[in-house]
């Protein structure tokens, strides 16, 4: 029989993403359901029914439970250090919502709990398992498009359709660049490695002072090792077509363009190396001069992220998105929107 682990997910609200974690903790074979946590206890309850696991209002009160293995940890960002710092010394292995944090003493804190324990914590930077994203990595990775040389990605969303709540908080300011853009930032770091400079310009036109104190629009441009130059551009509130995290790769040989609501990926080349089109294209073909593959949707794809951290506890491999990850990605967006405050480029400090 396979071995089960058993799984609290914590903070579940009505339409949160810890509901998308329940369902995939549901769905994996090697998981179960244990405990619903939910400080909003009408929300608990009707969540609790929805999925058929209990429910507690206070996450303490699952700490010293022997029978939880995992905590996902799905609370607002600003919480996410004191949360999983807790389950981490508890012994729990944790999978924590991005950003890691909202701050870089938050992450440092991460950082050394990580260390401090046994138990393993892998970050739920999702676009890591976004189908088109991941053929993507595997076409660089395979050189079909020679060095990069330029790569953008962008986060558009319209917070103004969503109910106002820890998003727009002035006590724990949470910018959308940390918060929504640190997706585009973390896809390029897994592309191109960890910037070293960025300088960033940002403005405050679509959302009122309802939404938060941050600017709800900002650009920054990076360097990145072996001369890449890369750009990232999020809007909190623009027109958007959703959060298909539009992303572009330049490099010496070829392009991919491609963005996570498109179910294809187009590759342009000069010239495709014979004995890579079958591992390449798949049933993709020709099309305006560029190549389209096809890729499966699912930009949200916590069931592929569970997959991963359970094989990686049973097996006791090392974790993929690790901690480490997290806190770069967050280092690099702190320091955009440092730049974008003070209008300098602003050399990235990443923690220890
Ligand atoms: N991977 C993604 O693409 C993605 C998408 C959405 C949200 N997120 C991240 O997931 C996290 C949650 O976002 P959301 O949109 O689901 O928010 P949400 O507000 O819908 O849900 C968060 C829930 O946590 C509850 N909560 C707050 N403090 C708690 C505590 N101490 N114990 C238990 N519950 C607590 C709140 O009552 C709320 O119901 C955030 O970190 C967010 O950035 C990631």
């Known amino acids: 029989m396979d071995k089960m682990l058993r799984v609290a997910v914590i903070g579940v ?52 439970k022997d029978d939880i293995d995992i905590a996902i940890v799905c609370v607002p960002d600003h919480l996410h250090a004191q949360v999983v710092s807790d389950f981490l010394h508890a012994g729990k292995h944790v999978l924590c919502e991005k950003p890691l944090a909202l701050t870089s003493e938050d992450c440092q804190r991460m950082l050394d709990a990580d260390r401090e324990t046994e138990a393993k914590l892998m970050i739920g930077q999702v676009c890591r398992k976004t189908p088109v994203f991941v053929k993507a990595k595997q076409i660089v990775d395979e050189g079909v498009i020679g060095d990069l040389v330029y790569i953008e990605s962008e986060y558009s969303h ?46 405050h036109k679509l959302l009122g002072p309802e939404y938060g ?20 551009f999020v809007s909190i509130g623009c027109m958007s077509p959703g959060t298909g995290i539009r992303t572009l790769l330049y490099g010496t040989k070829g392009t991919i363009i491609m963005a996570a609501n498109n179910p294809h990926l187009t590759l342009y080349l000069g010239q495709l190396d014979f004995e890579k089109r079958e591992t390449v294209l798949g049933n993709g073909h020709l099309y305006n001069n560029g190549i389209q593959i096809p890729v499966a949707l699912g930009s949200h794809n916590t069931a592929a992220e569970l997959e991963e951290f359970v094989d990686i506890i049973l097996n006791d491999k090392p974790v993929t998105v690790t901690c480490r990850e997290g806190a770069d990605t967050v280092a690099v967006c702190v320091a955009a929107i440092e730049s974008s405050q003070t209008g300098k480029p602003v050399q990235i400090e990443y923690c220890k």
């Open 13 to 64: 609200s009505l339409e949160g993403i810890g509901n998308s974690h329940s369902r995939s903790v549901i769905a994996n074979k090697n998981t179960e359901l244990a405990y619903i946590c939910e400080v909003n206890e009408e929300w608990a309850k009707d969540r609790s029914a929805l999925y058929g696991a209990p429910y507690c209002t206070d996450y303490h009160d699952l700490l010293d």
């Open 158 to 203: 319209n917070y103004s359709t969503m109910p106002i709540h820890w998003r727009n908080s002035y006590e724990y300011p949470r910018h959308g660049f940390t918060g929504g853009a640190c997706h585009s930032v973390d896809l390029l770091r897994w592309f191109a490695g960890n910037p070293t400079e960025v300088f960033a310009y940002g403005n």
């Open 213 to 232: 104190p941050c600017d709800d629009t900002m650009c920054a441009m990076m360097r990145f090792p072996n001369d890449v130059v890369g750009r990232v």
